[in-house]
């Protein structure tokens, strides 16, 4: 006896995975130049504060350099947690977005596919929220357009 599945039980994100990896690590690639940028930035606005203090001729044990220490610690691990956050997320909607883009694509290629082996020129539909529904409308006209030249 075949099992049927729930909606949520069929769904494969991952319906061209090297593109959509590919797609993933752009994202993160991004994600990781801009938050290079940030740590730099940040450690040199401490060693800013650091170089200001010594020229102040402050204790290096003292109050102010404890602060700065201290503060530069607690800057690099909120850095590292909202860093580590947001490259989860950017994986989870990395492959939620390609998902959008990849399944049109995959969808009309299993319906040409399809198409080529019993011969039956058939419209094609997208699921909703998918980009480039548009592409149906086209498609089915062509499809349409197609049937008329064979009548």
């Known amino acids: 006896m075949k099992k049927i599945l729930s909606k949520n039980e069929r769904r ?18 991004i994600s990781l130049i801009i938050n290079i940028i940030y740590f730099i930035s940040m450690s040199y606005s401490f060693h800013e504060f650091e170089t200001i203090g010594r020229e102040l001729k402050l204790p290096p044990d003292g109050q102010f350099f ?8 607690q800057f690099t ?4 947690w909202t860093s580590g956050v947001s490259s989860i997320l950017l994986v989870i909607f990395g492959v939620l977005l390609s998902h959008k ?31 480039f529904i548009e592409m ?5 006209k062509f499809i349409s357009s197609i049937k008329n030249k064979i009548k």
């Open 101 to 131: 883009i990849a399944g049109p694509i995959y969808r009309i290629s299993e319906d040409l596919k399809s198409m080529i082996e019993d011969g039956k020129l058939r419209n094609v539909h997208f699921r909703k929220g998918d980009f």
């Open 66 to 73: 404890k602060f700065i220490n201290h503060q530069e610690g």
């Open 77 to 80: 691990k909120v850095f590292l």
């Open 136 to 140: 149906t409308e086209i498609f089915n």
């Open 12 to 29: 494969n994100y991952l319906i061209n995975p090297k593109f959509q990896w590919s797609m993933v690590g752009i994202f993160i690639g």
